[in-house]
Nanobody, 124 residues
């Protein structure tokens, strides 16, 4: 059974940082590209960050470039998202996802597996 379990969310003041983790079981993430998405109430799920199989190639949504950083530890089956200089508009549920294919890493339809999400709330 494949499980992606996010952790590290919470309530934080604007300007501060949070570090999200995604621990994966049931598959070997070295065979998957990994992504982070977020969804705010009433909005579509949005691409935040992604990492290729080895982590050499990384991709970011325009709204988080320069503030967020994605990394992966294939030995630990772990993906992390470091979020700095948080803004109230970063408030959302954050999801970790895994894709085995070659589709656009920024597209939700590319992903085979999803976590349940972790809430991030940024107060002003």
């Amino acid at each position: 059974q494949v499980q992606l379990v996010e952790s590290g969310g919470g309530l934080v003041q604007a300007g501060n940082s949070l570090r999200l983790s995604c621990l994966v079981s049931g598959l070997t993430i070295s065979n998957y590209r990994m992504g982070w998405f977020r969804q705010a109430p009433g909005k579509e799920r949005e691409f935040v960050a992604g990492a290729g199989w080895t982590g050499t190639y990384k991709y970011y949504g325009d709204s988080v470039k320069g503030r967020f950083s994605v990394s992966r530890d294939n030995a630990k089956n772990l993906v992390t998202l470091q979020m700095n200089s948080l803004k109230p508009e970063d408030t959302a549920v954050y999801y970790c996802a895994a894709t085995s294919g070659w589709e656009n890493i920024k597209s939700t339809s590319a992903y085979n597996y999803w976590g349940q999400g972790t809430q991030v709330t940024v107060s002003s």
